[in-house]
């Protein structure tokens, strides 16, 4: 199983990346796939997550995204996005992907402890 980020880079605030995120070994449609980041010297952070269910999806965000990020999924291409937009340097991490196989309620798929599958990460550098 691997997934693998892409899609971070050095940004000014005001400015936009989209982050993706492509899964092989695992049936990726059917797991809840979750973004974290994670700035030095502080906890992992939930950012967003989408739990498919056929046509439908649950999609949900940190407080302190909401309005700005948008996630959502290409399940051909196993593969799951992360728009940015209105960066501001607070937002600077290194930001995660995860998938998760079950069905859980919000409060339970923001624990990064309920994720099986992690991603290496990529680095997002907001500039004022």
């Known amino acids: 199983v691997q997934l693998v980020e892409s899609g971070g880079g050095l940004v000014q605030a005001g400015g936009s990346l989209r982050l993706s995120c492509a899964a092989s070994g695992i049936a990726f449609s059917t797991y809840a796939v979750g973004w974290f980041r994670q700035a030095p010297g502080k906890e992992r952070e939930f950012v967003a997550r989408?739990?498919?269910?056929?046509?439908?999806?649950?999609?949900n965000y940190g407080d302190s995204v909401k309005g700005r990020f948008t996630i959502s999924r290409e399940n051909a291409k196993n593969t799951v996005y992360l728009q940015m937009n209105n960066l501001i340097p607070e937002d600077t991490a290194v930001y995660y992907c995860a998938a998760d196989r079950s069905a859980r309620e919000l409060r339970d798929q923001m624990l990064p402890s309920n994720y099986e599958y992690w991603g290496q990460g990529t680095q997002v550098t907001v500039s004022s």
């Open positions: 989408i739990r498919s269910y056929g046509a439908s999806a649950t999609i």
